[in-house]
């Protein structure tokens, strides 16, 4: 196939001056005055791209993977147009790339193109034959230069265009045209595959099917014969058909090729984008439509790419503080729809108490009343229907709490180290929601019936705290304050001691599931002298009897003889009568007495472990029964082993060891604790 009217080596690009030895007088003007900026290259805010060698400016084009760029480059000056497309010099630049552009190489072109030429043939977009709408398609029928949009309305219409003269010639059609006319079937209708020569139907363009019917006629007329213009011409386009005809049939293919990869390559990049907003808790909508990505990704469909991880990291920051954006501006959005539908409830609950007779202000000074500024400020939470909103009315209160929730998150936030705190994941919790967001209140010290055992509030436990006022006679609360709350430390750095030891972040949604699933494995290494294990609602209480409270995790199946039970405390100090009657049994003993390296043999009961005092009590019973029965009655008593009843070991605990709450972790029931009669 030729290749137009370029005959150098494409190996071998010879080296000539970046401009066109002949240029006109207008052109060498416009030149000179371009070389005129050039020469100030050190005038601040100077493009110097355009005054680079011609063989510089080849080594960086070379490296695209599309004439499309090259074609984009020269359309941006004067000067990097008159050197790629008017100079014969760099016709090796648009061969390079052609022959390694994807999908595969094109096609050469036929002689009466020019490398740029052939570049914006294949590539520029231009209007829809049928809707006249501009698009970038390329042409439907590379041979009649048809062109269609992506409208499926315009692909059925595109008939109407066309002209079938199978039938005119009487099967002799495909030897006596010597106009391109539509290459494929294809290129209409994807069910047919046939191409020239082999396709059946023959189709021409109506307005070209006129203007070679006269030119037919007249050139096969005998008399009067043809002019030698006509003649000439006739004979030219006879001459080149095949060749046209051969490159619009490749060109297609090469084409269909680009589609199939571009949808490839498209549906990769959606599937990796979608995985990628999944592992990062984004939006998938909202990570198409980011400015960053959503270039990146456009991109690289454009260039037939797959978009990498590389490709994204370096703009990762960038793209979450644009999701952020977005995020707060689809919550302003709605926000203000609220606001909107509130201020029109409002009017509708003026105009009903208008309407029964009620005596109002005008509407403007209604809205100013302190209940309907509350209303209608209260832009957040879902709209309350009419019957709702009157009640709202009754009860102002529960619309000033929404103000105030508000305000405590944000000032309770900022205890914990994390004001105004925003992230566009949605896999991360926020502060509050953690579990090492632990609080105490400085005011009374007090927690509910439901934080007894972790001696700490969350945050909907603080949320629900109330102070009891000190004035006996006045039984009312003392009014919440966010101030009244100060962050627990103790609590909290050792849940994030745990967490570390468990290989998570606090940020994770399953942290809570994942350490409760520990059970009573958790050891507190503070303990030294005694081997104490807890499950993780324990830890938390207990970590306020230390500083800084040391823990480790247990592997499965090691541990104490005696298992941890979680609630046997709760139950022992319960007010009902199994509960006095289990209390009364001489069936506890205390953890912290059994050693830590013979904590495998606590299972011994008191007596056997101090096995010299009962030797000597034995062989002193059969001497002196009654003397060696006081000894040993006193012996136990004083033996810090020995199984107790539980209110000798609170008393215990709090004497000896200073514990005044005893907790599930402090003792072990010698015989199982049977709730059931």
Not at 250 to 256: E, T, Y
Not at 472 to 481: E, G, I, M, R, Y
Not at 587 to 613: F, K, L, Q
Request: glycine share 4%; aromatic share 8%.
């Amino acid at each position: 196939m030729p290749s137009g009217s370029i005959g150098t080596d494409h190996n071998s690009p010879p080296k000539v001056p970046t401009l066109p030895l002949a240029l006109t007088k207008k052109r060498r003007t416009s030149v000179r005055e371009l070389q005129g900026l050039a020469e100030s290259e050190s005038a601040p805010g100077q493009c110097l791209f355009p005054t680079l060698p011609l063989e510089l400016l080849a080594e960086i084009l070379i490296h695209t993977n599309s004439p499309r760029d090259v074609l984009s480059v020269a359309r941006t000056s004067k000067l990097l147009c008159s050197t790629l497309v008017c100079n014969p010099a760099a016709d090796f630049i648009w061969r390079t790339i052609r022959n390694k552009c994807l999908p595969h190489a094109l096609p050469d072109p036929t002689p009466n193109f020019s490398e740029a030429a052939y570049a914006a043939f294949v590539y520029d977009g231009g209007s829809c034959d049928v809707c006249k709408n501009d698009t970038k398609e390329f042409y439907a029928s590379f041979a009649t230069r048809i062109r269609l949009c992506r409208d499926s309305r315009c692909k059925k219409n595109i008939r109407k265009y066309l002209m079938d003269v199978t039938t005119i010639f009487k099967g002799h059609a495909r030897d006596e045209i010597w106009i391109p006319y539509v290459e494929s079937a294809h290129c209409f209708d994807p069910n047919l595959s046939n191409a020239w020569p082999d396709n059946p139907t023959i189709l021409m363009k109506k307005s070209e099917w006129e203007r070679f019917r006269v030119d037919y006629a007249a050139f096969s007329a005998l008399s009067p014969p043809p002019s030698e213009g006509l003649r000439k011409a006739c004979t030219d386009q006879i001459v080149r058909f095949p060749k046209v005809m051969e490159l619009a049939v490749a060109l297609h293919k090469w084409k269909c090729t680009y589609v199939t990869m571009h949808r490839t390559v498209k549906t990769k990049n959606e599937t990796w984008a979608k995985a990628l907003a999944t592992r990062e808790g984004w939006n998938e909508h909202d990570l198409f439509n980011s400015q960053s990505y959503g270039s990146l990704h456009r991109h690289k469909n454009y260039v037939l790419e797959e978009v990498t991880l590389r490709d994204f990291l370096p703009i990762k920051p960038l793209v979450e503080a644009q999701l952020l954006k977005m995020q707060i501006h689809r919550q302003n959005k709605e926000n203000e729809a609220s606001y909107r539908q509130r201020r029109d409830d409002v009017e509708q609950y003026y105009n009903r108490l208008r309407s029964a007779g009620t005596v109002l202000p005008s509407l403007y000074e209604f809205r100013k009343l302190s209940v309907m500024t509350t209303m209608q400020g209260s832009v957040t939470g879902s709209r309350p229907n009419s019957s709702g909103l009157a009640k709202d009315m009754k009860n102002s209160a529960l619309v000033a709490e929404l103000t105030w929730m508000a305000s405590a998150r944000e000032k309770l936030s900022e205890l914990l180290g994390f004001p105004k705190w925003r992230s566009a994941s949605k896999m991360k919790l926020h502060p509050l929601d953690r579990i090492t967001a632990r609080f105490r209140c400085q005011g009374c010290g007090k927690v509910a019936k439901r934080y007894e055992k972790e001696l700490c509030l969350d945050f909907a436990g603080v949320c629900a705290h109330e102070c009891p006022s000190d004035d006996k006679k006045n039984k009312k609360p003392v009014d919440w304050s966010v101030d009244r709350f100060i962050k627990d430390e103790n609590a909290s750095n050792a849940v994030a001691r745990l967490l570390t030891l468990v290989g998570i972040t606090e940020e994770d949604a399953n942290a809570c599931n994942t350490v409760k699933m520990l059970g009573a494995r958790i050891r507190c290494l503070s303990c030294e002298h005694a081997f104490i294990i807890m499950d993780f609602p324990t830890l938390i209480g207990h970590s306020h009897r230390h500083d800084n409270m040391q823990v480790a995790i247990l592997p499965k199946g090691e541990g104490p003889e005696r298992a941890f039970e979680a609630g046997l405390s709760a139950k022992l100090m319960d007010m009902g009568f199994k509960s006095r009657k289990l209390r009364s049994e001489a069936n506890y003993r205390c953890r912290h007495c059994v050693p830590a390296d013979e904590s495998a043999d606590a299972d011994m009961n008191g007596e056997e472990r101090v096995s010299t005092g009962e030797s000597i009590v034995k062989e002193s019973h059969m001497e002196d029964s009654q003397t060696g029965n006081q000894e040993r009655r006193q012996r136990n008593k004083k033996s810090k082993l020995r199984s107790m009843d539980f209110n000798a070991l609170r008393s215990h605990l709090k004497g000896l060891h200073g514990i005044e709450m005893v907790s599930d972790e402090d003792f072990f029931a010698q015989t199982p604790v049977k709730w059931q009669s």
